[in-house]
């Protein structure tokens, strides 16, 4: 649809949030002020109808009074006098005449309702056209054995009056309300937004080349504030996840660089020496070699699985101190140094070929840096196992104790081969124990590291 060369969008889902807070606002506000509306203007009519009804009894009370002290049609002026509120009072007798009325009361009584029971104060006037729109008030009184009426009357007309001035103001007046309480909401939801449009455009602006930048917070400490503040912190994450993933492929391709360039230099020594290609050589450079680099391509392999899907784990009840005791009798026929075991006899569910892989990673790294003695021990806890694994070896300093799980990295930047291992053993030995719903911790410093396992009790 084009209006003035414009098209409207017809379909409200397609309307801006601007538009649709602005119509919403506009429904709700327009639902209120006419429930208000009508509450108030009934309101008004039942207590104008109230106070004229209370001003018409008092007024019967005082006529029904001067019965004590006078016959009826000598009555004091006083009671029959009328004003904005009283319009007429009569006294009629039993037989229908009226007897004494205020000035400018029609001749006939203004009701011809004869006494038959309680005092009607709701009656309809049924006199001349005059007296039509009257709201009558009656009370009975009984004198010498004679029962007479007093009746007197207000005007229904000025009750309707007010009431429908207040409707036609309130009529008027409430498309004023609605409007502004659209347009303001339409300016204020336009004011928030644009502390939106500016996170937006910073947002646009940054590339998965440059996640250094940030939204701006407004000063305000509202919903939008909370959002910028939210975003920042995502894009900081990202950052560091983009730096931690380009240090990750640096570091694998260095990994893979090293046995790929020793197997791609013998085999082109061979190539050109076929004589020094001999069984020496494959059994000293080659295959350790290749091996080196199968073992680290299954290890990038299983920290990409356990970065998208977890480790999947086959969980069973295990021995836990059978399980450690069989990782330490292993490394023992690889290495002279002493291991000392202290293993309280514990059962949990636990992957055991897993598991057995995450303890082995901290023996041998453990034995590795050891002087001379690792020590060994498995003790149960309210709700867990705790294992610790520790070195007389130099130790770990505090600054870079966090640092030892993660990927690639190794105590000084270490990188030479002689140190053994790429550096993932221990992150996949923390993916394993997290997997296990466990925890693991590196402490201790000049006097060795102390290496903290806890993994859950079977329940």
């Given amino acids: 649809m084009k209006v003035l060369g414009k098209n409207i969008e017809l379909n409200p889902r397609r309307w801006g949030l601007r538009v ?7 429904v709700i506000v327009a639902a209120t002020v006419l429930v208000y509306a009508t509450f108030f203007v009934l309101t008004m009519f ?4 109230k106070a004229a009804d209370t001003a018409a009894s008092t007024r ?32 009629v007798d039993d037989r229908g005449v009226v007897i004494q009325a205020s000035t400018g009361s029609p001749p006939i009584p203004l009701t011809d309702r004869r006494y038959q029971g309680p005092p009607d104060r709701s009656e309809t006037a049924r006199a001349d056209r005059r007296f039509r729109d009257l709201r009558l008030t009656t009370a009975t009184v009984t004198y010498e054995g004679r029962a ?7 005007s229904y ?21 609605v409007a502004i309480a659209c347009l303001a909401t339409y300016l204020v939801i336009g004011r928030s937004l644009r502390s939106v449009e500016s996170i937006r455009e910073r947002v646009s602006s940054i590339s998965s080349s440059k996640l250094s930048g940030r939204v701006p ?16 912190e995502m894009l900081a994450r990202l950052e560091a996840a983009h730096r931690a993933q380009q240090r990750f492929v640096s570091d694998a391709s260095h990994e893979l660089r090293s046995p790929l360039s020793t197997i791609t230099a013998a085999l082109e020594v061979g190539a050109i020496h076929p004589e020094l290609l001999d069984a020496e050589l494959v059994q000293t450079t080659l295959i350790p070699e290749s091996e080196r680099m199968r073992r680290l391509i299954e290890d990038l392999l299983l920290l990409a699985r ?22 330490v009798r292993r490394a023992q026929t690889a290495t002279t140094k002493s291991i000392v075991t202290s293993l309280a006899p514990i059962q949990i569910q636990a992957d055991p070929a897993q ?28 709700g867990h196992a705790h294992l610790t694994i520790a070195d007389d070896g130099p130790g770990v300093p505090e600054a870079e104790q966090a640092r030892v799980f993660d990927r690639f990295y190794r105590v000084g930047d270490d990188r030479g081969r002689g140190s053994g291992g790429s550096g993932l053993g221990l992150s996949i030995t923390a993916e394993i124990i997290a997997a296990h719903r466990g925890s693991i911790r590196l402490d201790g410093g000049s006097a060795g590291a102390i290496v903290h396992i806890e993994l859950p009790l079977t329940s």
């Avoid at 007309?157 to 309300?177: K, Q």
């Fill in 20 to 26: 649709q807070s602005a119509l919403i606002v506009a």
């Fill in 355 to 382: 598991l057995g892989r995450a303890i082995r990673n901290v023996i041998d790294n453990a034995i590795k840096y050891a002087s001379a003695t690792v020590t060994v021990n498995l003790v149960g806890e309210p």
């Fill in 60 to 91: 019967a009370d005082q006529v029904v009074a001067q019965f004590r002290s006078e016959p009826p049609g000598l009555f004091d002026a006083v009671p029959f006098t009328t004003d904005s509120n009283i319009l007429v009072v009569q006294v």
């Fill in 157 to 177: 007309r000025d009750i309707f009056h007010n009431v429908e001035l207040a409707a036609t103001l309130a009529a008027i007046g409430s498309p004023f309300v």
């Fill in 306 to 327: 356990a970065d998208e899907f977890g480790i999947p784990l086959k969980l069973v009840d295990v021995d836990l101190d059978a399980l450690v005791e069989d990782e």
């Fill in 148 to 154: 007479y009426q007093v009746i007197v009357a207000t």
């Fill in 46 to 49: 039942e207590s104008l109808t």
């Fill in 217 to 232: 917070v407004p000063e305000a400490k509202d919903e939008i504030a909370a959002l910028a503040e939210t975003m920042n």
